[in-house]
């Protein structure tokens, strides 16, 4: 399984970009997944979490009411679309995968590279 993480950019305060993490050698309803992110200098933090059917997510407390995480299931693709971006969301965005487990304390068995999103003031 691979994952490819894709749509970081810059962007100003107020903004917003949508990430995708395409699935590569099974089915996206295979695996809960999850988006993190890790800025410079600071440890990894969770950010978003989608079950497998898509029916229950959940939601760091910073990003909760500006993120959406949602599945495109003919793309094989999990999203991120991010609004009202903040300096403070600048980071590296990492997607995860794990058959057999999901949300904020998940051990996600797969990772993507990486996307950079920076975000100006």
């Known amino acids: 399984v691979q994952l490819q993480a894709s749509g970081g950019g810059l962007v100003q305060a107020g903004g917003s970009l949508r990430l995708s993490c395409v699935v590569s050698?099974?089915?996206?309803?295979?695996?809960?997944m999850g988006w993190f992110r890790q800025a410079p200098g600071k440890e990894r933090e969770f950010v978003a979490a989608?079950?497998?059917?898509?029916?229950?997510?959940l939601y760091e407390d910073s990003v909760k009411g500006r993120c959406t995480i949602s599945r495109d299931a003919a793309k094989n693709t999990v999203l991120l679309q991010m609004n009202s971006l903040k300096p403070e969301d600048t980071a590296v965005y990492y997607c995860?995968?794990?058959?057999?487990?999901?949300?904020?304390?998940?051990?996600?068995?797969?990772w993507g590279q990486g996307t950079l999103v920076t975000v100006s003031s």
């Open positions: 995860a995968a794990d058959a057999n487990h999901w949300g904020k304390r998940a051990q996600y068995e797969y």
């Open positions: 050698g099974r089915t996206v309803s295979s695996y809960g």
């Open positions: 989608i079950s497998w059917s898509g029916a229950n997510t």
